[in-house]
């Protein structure tokens, strides 16, 4: 199993910043790719971006592109999310999760961090 911890929501006037964390622990070598995702109440939840846990460039939904970025820090077993330029529409509760080795689909879910852009 693997637990993922979110951290760093809150409130941010728009085109301000947050740093997302996303600490995960347990059998950390099963993880082969990490990502965001985002909801709010009435709606579908939103994949906001990706990285592969050993490499590669990250990948990012065109809603967020040129404003997030997503790191990690394998020493730390943390993923990060960087958003700035926030707007109201980036309002949602933000999950981590994180595709196991030979698995199609997130098969692991943090609790979610409230982010809330508002003036």
């Known amino acids: 199993q693997v637990q993922l911890v979110e951290s760093g929501g809150g409130l941010v006037q728009p085109g301000g910043s947050l740093r997302l964390s996303c600490a995960a622990s347990?059998?950390?070598?099963?993880?082969?790719?990490m990502g965001w995702f985002r909801q709010t109440p009435g709606k579908a939840r939103e994949f906001v971006g990706r990285?592969?846990?050993?490499?590669?460039?990250?990948s990012y939904a065109d809603s967020v592109k040129g404003r997030f970025t997503i790191s990690r820090d394998n020493a730390k077993n943390t993923m990060y999310l960087q958003m700035n330029g926030l707007k109201p529409e980036d309002t949602a509760v933000y999950y981590c999760?994180?595709?196991?080795?030979?698995?199609?689909?997130?098969?692991?879910w943090g609790q979610g961090t409230q982010v809330t852009v508002s003036s």
């Open positions: 999760a994180a595709v196991k080795e030979y698995s199609a689909t997130y098969d692991y």
């Open positions: 347990g059998r950390i070598y099963s993880i082969v790719t």
């Open positions: 990285v592969t846990w050993t490499g590669g460039k990250p």
